[in-house]
């Protein structure tokens, strides 16, 4: 054995040096002791570096990450020097051994050199006990989240079931009560057509303000509604506020002058230019502001003003002024007077009644037209509310065209003063026996025939029995509705009835989209209760013919 470590092993200088087992090659328990023990000790070195280098890989920690490696390699040089060690049992590998133990001394220095600065960042890091609590606070967390987002979307399901059941209580309520409010109307102007005494007169013409205050009520309540879910638009057509100023004025004269109030509007002279805009929503802002300065002023006037502060290519920016010399409002009162719901005096005593909605829909219309109200009052003082409107400028073309539909609203208003009188056969397809004398009574006033049908299955039996000119159809009725009467007619399915005879929409129902859906049914037009006098005559002159 000595002659062939001596003379077979090429290296090692192994003339000088004996192998490390030499001395105890003799003891093979002794031999077998060192060698398994080195090899089990190797081969643990060779795998433990393979899970620090998996683990490192896996954080992110880029700090505590060199650590990682340092032990890797530290752990894996300590693995070769076992293997040298056993090696050197049988070959006097001592030089290689040594290089081993010095790479191994090296990196056990390098890793002690980078792990000592390190000590206090590692020392402050949780122990498993508070990684185990944290962790168990984190997955408490997410399931408290979890169960919010659950609870979160629940609210917004009901939210919305609560949206739709308000829609649809507003859209019943708003029929129900415009159906008879289209009586209590129809019937007030047909008895003020009639030669009345003053007594009469009077009385006829109060009971008509209450009603076309209760009707207005209901708008408010309606644009609220509007507002909220984001169908309230604006029209965008030609108007002159010298109209517009004459129509508030009217409406207004008769409650200024019941309390004596001078009232001026407009005060000073207005700007003359033809502007785009919506003339209705202007003038809601205007009467009820105006309303609302002749409710609270009892001696005094109200004054309202228009002037056009900015001019661009094609916008304009208009301020108008409302001030009265009433009883003014406190300070504290004046933050919440245009939040809906809400009155200066809310006691059963109070002066002055109303919803607390009317400012409220002031504020909502303004901003939506791009302006901005403010209010400045003193107790004793008087009220003066400001508010801006942005408007369009139109084009010489356009201004052309609003002159001539400002013609054509004055044709139409002459009409209606001197009862413009049609030719035709009107089928009034009503279920409310109210509406049916009115509507008929109107109709007849301008020279108009009309038959009456409960419902729509009456209705497609007269159409295929008679000829009509213009079917006024009325949209929620028992046994057939309008729509569904209107697409059968339109299928062209029931023998004599004309598919193409006009058919004009008269609902009480008068929420957003019901218009479209009219038309969408095969309606020709939409007219909503109670019935508006001059828009009726704008769509019996569509569809008919006048009388010479």
Known sequence: MTDFYLNDWPMNNVIEYLPHGFCIAWNPQLLAMHVISDLLIAIAYFS?????????????????????YLFAAFILACGVTHVMGIFTLWFPLYYTQGIAKIVTALVSVATAIYLLPKLKHIMALPDLGKLTQINSALAAEIESRRQSEASLRQSQELALQAQKTQAAFLANMSHEIRTPMNGILGTLDLLLDTELKPGQLQLAAASKRSAASLLSLLNDILDISKVESGHL????????????????????????????????????????NTYLGDSVRIRQILLNLVGNAIKFTDVGHVKVTCREVSRATQQAVLEFVVK???????PEHQKNLFKRFTQVDNSSTRRAQGSGLGLAIVKELVELMGGQVRLQSEPGCGTEVVFSLCVGLPSECAQTGGERAAQTTAATQTAVTRVEQFRGKILVVEDAAMNQ????????????????????????????REQFDLVLMDGQM????GYEATALIRSGSVPGVNVDIPIVALTAHAMVGEDKKCLAAGMNDYLTKPLDRTRLLEVLSKYLKKTD
């Open 48 to 68: 433990i570096p393979i899970g620090i280098v998996y683990v490192a890989k896996r954080r992110p920690d880029a700090e505590l990450q060199p650590i990682y």
């Open 233 to 272: 638009t604006l029209r965008n057509s030609p108007l002159q506020l010298a109209d517009v100023f004459a129509d508030v004025e009217a409406a207004m004269a008769f409650d200024a002058n019941s309390k004596n109030i001078e009232l001026r509007c407009p005060a000073e002279a207005l700007p003359k």
């Open 324 to 330: 009265d010399t009433g009883i003014g409002i406190a």
């Open 437 to 464: 004398m009115v509507v008929c009574k109107v109709l007849e006033r301008h020279g108009l025939v009309c038959e009456v049908a409960n419902n729509g299955q009456e209705a497609i039996d007269l159409l295929s």
């Open 478 to 481: 028992p046994v057939m509705d």
